[in-house]
């Protein structure tokens, strides 16, 4: 385990995550993470800390409403969220500052048919 830490574009939002060097990096299809095109991981929230920027966070959420889409209101940048597959989890691949991750490993996950993708799916339940 490593620390990486992160943030939104105009530094507001700081954070930091505890996890492996080499990332396992999930690429959605479903319609938000289509439109934003949002690559993610997943950690348990006891290894993600926010450090700065709850004040100037914002949350959108659509369907279910499990998931938490945050975003800085300043810079519009979304550096986590809580993720519906892991509602107890956080992701947070884009905005890490560089230097701790040595690898990406992607893996597809069917996001249009999310029910059915989550039932099959072997490893994105067990991330969190």
Known sequence: MVK????????????????????????????????????????????????QGLENLTTYTFNTHVAKHTFCKTCGVQSFYTPRSNPDGYIAPHC??????????????????WEESMQVHETIRDMS
């Open 4 to 51: 990486h830490t992160g943030g939104c574009h105009c530094g507001a939002v700081r954070f930091e995550v505890w996890n492996s060097p080499d990332l396992h990096v999930f690429h959605c299809s479903c319609s938000i993470c289509t439109k934003k095109q949002n690559h993610h991981f997943i950690v348990p929230k006891n290894r993600f800390t926010l450090l």
């Open 96 to 113: 890490l500052d560089p230097g701790t991750v040595h690898s990406v490993t992607v893996e597809n996950f069917c996001g249009e048919k």
